[in-house]
Structure formats: structure tokens, C-alpha cells
């Protein structure tokens, strides 16, 4: 070992010492952290679904490549990442020798193959995802980028540590080139013979460059384990437990879509039979109430933005991101902790768990963080301020598209509970609905003994269960379905149709309430309990003594059909649920219902985001538009999984939309775009906002927005009347 090889062999010991002891502190700190949160059992189970959900996501980048240039450049950068911390690794043996290398692997052309093309490929990947941050960092003309509140410098600094310590990989073997130490021939590695025909003959050059190679991996280490909130660096880490942790690991798109999590207090659903606010947790009030996998989901934000490029909110100049709301509630979490873990924190009566001796020695930064209200203005120094929190329509296109399966709703919708259910604080319109589903059972306060009234003037009979033997179908005709005008020619579509194709179904009337969707989004579950375990004790009566296969019920509504199909389960309510587009596919696939003449002029169809984003429902309403149309359809831009919300999820319809630009306005300029003369859709919200958006553009004349049931009725029963395109609007 000469002079140089001593100096290099000790400043990498030195600064490897530091690095590692911080980062044991770092990680010490934020399990501390993560551990705060309240129990969730649940996440403990199927531990084989979930090791595999885990392996399929990471090692295939399933969500990742949704975005498929810069999927493809983080995978190789990803795998560059664990492959190549190998040659980190081999560094230290050649900070000791500039011939070292790593015993047995160290010395197979396979090995040496390996991570030059993974090394070259890492490169590439990295230059690329430079590149699209620099094209759309914040600060650039026209338009909000995805970056917009994200920590750049940040970014910048996990890039250029990336590529320099790549670079340096390649020194390093180039040194070894030209000292002519190098192992692997040149059919293997192209790439490093190249750098070493321009490097000198330095035998020291490879100890040289391995140190620096160390002392930037080692800087890197020491920067993000003295920022515990980096999480462009620590997702690295944190990604493999946050997805092997996810609520459901078997569904095939976002764990936190479909079903809301139930409300829990201490990790057990709450039964509001037995509950006290004094004793249980009613929705979260203080960052320390999320669960420990809501800590841990904060803590792995990647601050990519891809949630916030997608949110209706965001695009449409409301105050909500789904990142920014995020990254708030790590920071403010990683902020109050000191505080928290020292004994402090406020009991469910508001009171002071530690004692006046722990206060006085609290770090003053935490206990001033401690006061903030996690839901408040400015001026009263909350964390969210409850604009961004009423701004959210629950689409789940955030859940979608995150890379690491972050589930945002839920935490959204957790923090409405608690200020529907103890603050009586939300948006003062919506609690007219509120009143109407406890009072009347919907959210229009229509009489219930009008439910049946969209059958009048059929040419066939609606039976009713009770009325009939038997039936293959229960058709849940919904709220909407049985009171505004627009739904009600859907609800009659269908039946229509199920008629014409022979299908046996019979409806529940008056016995039917509101499913009580809207009370659950915006956070009342009280009263969405209230309604549901009415309802599954009329269904499991109108199903009695059948079994769950044959317990079918057909609705129209998407919001009733997650509901029914998703969410009952969880309250004793088993049943095989299908939306009326499956249905009316299905039928149409089998012959039972033949379009006879094409519907003209144009269709687009808008995907409903609880019918497509939520439960994957795709093909089917496209199937049926396609035989009625005998054509193509004109897709709008975003579709399918990328579908633009309507703007009336999240018990949204029932509140005034009073910042930025409508939603249903911007979704209905993208279908007007596609010149189609026919929008289709296949929910009755949808229906009425993009009514009320294509009226508000004063194109009612020029286009019309139509449930795909009644396109396809048109093209089976010509006949038919077009439809009354002149219905009052109800106000959303």
C-alpha cells in the first residue's frame, strides 16, 4: 500500500464513519416518527399477495411506465441504483489498491458485461430525467408544471450525484485501462476501454477516483439522513415497505381506490353503536391520529408531482394539490415530533398528556408547530387549509397515477370526518343534503312515495320484489335514477331494454333509499351507516336464501354501484354488483339486444371516475357505443384511467364551486374539441354537469349529452324519441 493508497484508504473510512452513523440516527428518527400513528392491523395481512404486489411493482415499474419515457429512464436508473452499489462497494477495495476489486464476482466477464450496460443505460436514464425536470421546472413560461412546490434543489442534487457517481465508475475502470489492471476485455466493456485510451497512465488514478466516487455516494448519504423529509431520496428506501403495505395488494390499480377505509379508532372499525368521541377517534384531528401507514405515506412522497398533474383541483386553479397537501402533513409531522415524542399530545378531549415539567423543556419550534390546527386558514395557522380540503371530488386520479401507492383519499376523506362529525365545519350548501338524506333518505328531498314515478307511461310492467317469484336482477335504480329528470330517461333506457332482451328484474320502490355515497365522501359516516344498514337489511331480505353468485344487482348509477359492490361488504353486504353498461354489453354480445340503426353525428364518451378510474370499468360502456354507432368512437385526450372528473364526486355536486375554473366546464371544452355532435356517459352526475357545462357554453343546440343506455336504445328501438335536450339543469 503506498502513501496515496494510506490517505485514500482513511478519508474514506473517516467520511463512510460519519455517513453511516447519521444515517443509523436518520432512520432510528423517522421508524420513531412512523411509528406514532395509530394501528392498522389490516396491513399485516396476505403476506404472500403482498410480497408479490411488492416484486411486480418495483422490479417491473408497472405504475411507473403508465409514463413511459420517464418509466423506462427511473427503471434503469432504479436498477443502476441497486446493481451498481456494487461497484460503490468494490471502491473501497480499490481505494486500498488500484488493482483491487471484489472478491469472486469481481472477476467474471459476465459481472464486468453486466454493469457496463447497465452503467451506460444509467447514464441515459439519468440525462433523460434531467432533462424532463429541466423542461418543466416551475419557473419556466406557460403553464403550472407537476414541480410546482416541490423541494428542486433537491431533485437537482440526487441527479447530479446519480450521474457523477456513474461518471466515476467509468473513470475508475478507465484508470484500470490504461495501467493496463483492467479484467474484462473489450467486447465487454466498450464503453470503459474508451475512457481509459484518453486517460494517462496513472497508477494511482484508480485509487484517486474511488475515493472521490466515495466521498460523493457518502455525501449523498449524509445530506438526505440530515433531511429525514427528502423524499426524492429516501422513496429509494421507503417505496418497497409502503407498497408491500398498501390497503389492498391483489387490486390491479391504485390500493386506494373503490372503497373508502373504514373509520377506525385504535386500528378497529368504529361502531357508532358503542362509540364515544370522548374515548374513540372520529376522523383525524392531529397529524399523530393518521394511521402509521399515513406516517409512512407522507414520509415516501417522491415529490414527482404526478398526483397533482392529473387533479381536476389543480387544473382548474383551486388551492388543492395532492402532493403539496402531502408533503404539508410530513412536514409538519416530522416538525411536531420532538414534541410527540417526548410525551406530549393532546387526548381526545382536547387535554395535555404531558405534564408541566416535560413542557418547559420541549423544543419551543415543536411545541409551536404542536398548536397549529391541522385543519385551518392562514390566519389561524393550520397545516390545510380547509379550501384545499372541500376542493377535493375524490376522483382517485392522484391514487392512480402515484408511483408508490400513496392513498391520498383516504387521508383526505379522514380529515373530513372529523370536521363533519365533531366541527360540524364543511361547506354550508352541502348541509341541506345532508338534512335531506337523514330526513328523506336522498340528497334532493324528494317525497319517497315518488320513487316509482319514473315508471309511469311504460308499455310493460315494473315488477317489484315481493311482487314477483323469481328475478336475475335487482335493479338498483338510485337517487338520481328515480328523481331528476335527465336520469330518469336512463332509468327507463335500461329498463327498456332489460324488457326487450327477456331479462327478469324487479326493483325495490319505496323500499329503496339512497345508498349514501355522498354522506361517506364528504365525511359524514354516521349517517352514510344509517342508510347502508337499512339498505342491506332490505337486500339481504329481498335475496333471502340465496346464494352470493346469484345475488345480482344491476345499477346505473356508478357512485351506488361502488357503494353496493365495494363498500357494503364491510357492513354484512355480499352481493355480485354490475354497472348497466356491463350488463347492456353483455347482452349485446349475445344477441339478446341487436342495434339496427346507427346513432350519427359523433359520439365521445366521458369515463365516470367511480366507474372507470375506481372499479376498472372500461370496455363495456366502449362496446355498446361501438355496436350502436358502427364505428369508432372519438376519444378525448384524457380517457380511460386518465378520464378528467366531471367535477360532482366527493359529494361535490351538492357544493357551489366558487374558485378557479369549473370543472365540468374544462372536461366539456375537451368534448366539444373532438367535434363530436353526441357525448356519451354512463353516470347520472356526469350527466349534469356536463349538461350544465355544454348549456353554460350555449352549445345545447350543437351537442348533447346522453347516458350510453339511451344511444344504444335509439339504435335498437329507432323509433324512440331523442330525448328532451331542453330538461332543467339541477343545480350541482
Not at 355480499?574 to 348497466?580: G, I, L, S
Not at 359520439?603 to 370496455?619: E, Q
Request: proline share 5%.
Amino acid at each position: 500500500m503506498g502513501s496515496v493508497q494510506i490517505v485514500t484508504t482513511i478519508l474514506a473510512a473517516a467520511i463512510t464513519a460519519v455517513a453511516v452513523w447519521l444515517a443509523v440516527r436518520a432512520v432510528m428518527k423517522m421508524t420513531a416518527v412512523i411509528r406514532l400513528g395509530q394501528p392498522a392491523p389490516e396491513r399485516f395481512t396476505d403476506k404472500g399477495a403482498r410480497t408479490r404486489t411488492m416484486l411486480v411493482e418495483t422490479a417491473g415499474h408497472t405504475r411507473m411506465l403508465k409514463w413511459s419515457v420517464v418509466g423506462a429512464a427511473h427503471w434503469f436508473v432504479m436498477v443502476g441504483f441497486i446493481v451498481l452499489s456494487l461497484l460503490v462497494l468494490e471502491a473501497y477495495f480499490e481505494v486500498v489498491t488500484p488493482t483491487g476489486g471484489l472478491p469472486v464476482v469481481g472477476h467474471w466477464t459476465v459481472f464486468g458485461l453486466a454493469t457496463e450496460v447497465i452503467g451506460v443505460l444509467g447514464l441515459v436514464g439519468i440525462l433523460v430525467l434531467m432533462a424532463i425536470r429541466l423542461r418543466n421546472r416551475p419557473t419556466r413560461p406557460g403553464g403550472r408544471s407537476r414541480f410546482t412546490g416541490s423541494t428542486m434543489w433537491q431533485g437537482y442534487f440526487v441527479e447530479w450525484i446519480v450521474l457523477l457517481v456513474l461518471i466515476f465508475g467509468f473513470v475508475i475502470r478507465g484508470f484500470k485501462v490504461a495501467t493496463d489492471h483492467f479484467e474484462y476485455p473489450l467486447w465487454a466493456t466498450p464503453v470503459s476501454h474508451a475512457v481509459g485510451a484518453v486517460l494517462p497512465d496513472w497508477q494511482d488514478g484508480a485509487s484517486v477516483a474511488a475515493l472521490i466516487k466515495i466521498v460523493i455516494s457518502m455525501t449523498w448519504l449524509i445530506v438526505i439522513s440530515l433531511n429525514v423529509t427528502m423524499g426524492v431520496a429516501w422513496h429509494r428506501f421507503l417505496a418497497f415497505p409502503n407498497i408491500f403495505f398498501k390497503r389492498e395488494p391483489a387490486k390491479p390499480a391504485g390500493s386506494g381506490l373503490g372503497a373508502l377505509r373504514p373509520m377506525t379508532s385504535q386500528g378497529k372499525p368504529l361502531d357508532f353503536e358503542e362509540a364515544d368521541p370522548e374515548k374513540d377517534q372520529f376522523g383525524v384531528a392531529q397529524v399523530e391520529q393518521f394511521s402509521w401507514k399515513g406516517l409512512l405515506d407522507f414520509s415516501t412522497c417522491t415529490e414527482c408531482g404526478r398526483c397533482q398533474s392529473q387533479c381536476p383541483a389543480w387544473n382548474t386553479g383551486k388551492p388543492l394539490s395532492p402532493k403539496l397537501l402531502v408533503l404539508s402533513l410530513r412536514d409538519h409531522a416530522y416538525a411536531k415530533a420532538p414534541y410527540l415524542l417526548a410525551g406530549g399530545g393532546k387526548d381526545l378531549t382536547g387535554e395535555e398528556k404531558a405534564t408541566a415539567a416535560q413542557l418547559a423543556h420541549m423544543d419551543v419550534l415543536a411545541l409551536a408547530e404542536a398548536d397549529k390546527p391541522l385543519i385551518g386558514t392562514a390566519e389561524e395557522g393550520g397545516v390545510i387549509d380547509p379550501d384545499v380540503l372541500w376542493s377535493c371530488t375524490t376522483c382517485g386520479a392522484c391514487v392512480e397515477q402515484c408511483p408508490v401507492d400513496i392513498e391520498h383519499v383516504d387521508h383526505i376523506v379522514d380529515m373530513r370526518r372529523y370536521q363533519v362529525l365533531i366541527e360540524s365545519s364543511f361547506p354550508s350548501e352541502a348541509g341541506v343534503m345532508l338534512r335531506n338524506l337523514e330526513n328523506k333518505g336522498n340528497p334532493w328531498g324528494a317525497p319517497q312515495n315518488t320513487r316509482e314515478d319514473w315508471t309511469k307511461g311504460l308499455d310493460f310492467e315494473v315488477p317489484r320484489v315481493g311482487e314477483v317469484d323469481d328475478f336475475e336482477y335487482l335493479f338498483w335504480v338510485g337517487c338520481a335514477g328515480a328523481f331528476e329528470d335527465r336520469a330518469k330517461k336512463t332509468t327507463r333506457a335500461v329498463a327498456t331494454l332489460l324488457n326487450e332482451a327477456g331479462v327478469t328484474f324487479a326493483i325495490l320502490g319505496e323500499g329503496e333509499t339512497c345508498s349514501g355515497d355522498p354522506a361517506r365522501r364528504i365525511g359524514n359516516e354516521f349517517v352514510f351507516q344509517m342508510l347502508a344498514q337499512q339498505n342491506v337489511e332490505t337486500l339481504n331480505e329481498a335475496f333471502e336464501g340465496r346464494e352470493k353468485a346469484k345475488r345480482k344487482i344491476v345499477a346505473t348509477c356508478p357512485h351506488c354501484f361502488n357503494t353496493l359492490g365495494n363498500e357494503y361488504g364491510q357492513l354484512g353486504g355480499e352481493f355480485e354488483v354490475v354497472h348497466h353498461t356491463q350488463l347492456l354489453a353483455h347482452l349485446v354480445s349475445t344477441g339478446k339486444l341487436t342495434p339496427v340503426q346507427p346513432v350519427d353525428g359523433g359520439v365521445t364518451y366521458h369515463d365516470p371516475c367511480y366507474l372507470g378510474r375506481h372499479n376498472r370499468v372500461f370496455a363495456p360502456p366502449r362496446e355498446v357505443l361501438g355496436t350502436a354507432i358502427e364505428g369508432e368512437l372519438t376519444e378525448m385526450p384524457r380517457n380511460s384511467e386518465r378520464s378528467f372528473c366531471c367535477g360532482a364526486g366527493g359529494a361535490r355536486m351538492w357544493m357551489e364551486e366558487k374558485i378557479g375554473k369549473r370543472i365540468n366546464v374544462d372536461r366539456v371544452e375537451e368534448a366539444m374539441s373532438t367535434g363530436a355532435k353526441t357525448v356519451a356517459v354512463g353516470c347520472p352526475f356526469c350527466s349534469t354537469m356536463l349538461n350544465d357545462g355544454v348549456n353554460g357554453k350555449g352549445a345545447g343546440e350543437q351537442v348533447e349529452v346522453v347516458d350510453v343506455a339511451s344511444v344504444l336504445l335509439r339504435s335498437v328501438r329507432p323509433e324512440q324519441p331523442q330525448g328532451d335536450k331542453q330538461a332543467a339543469p339541477v343545480a350541482g
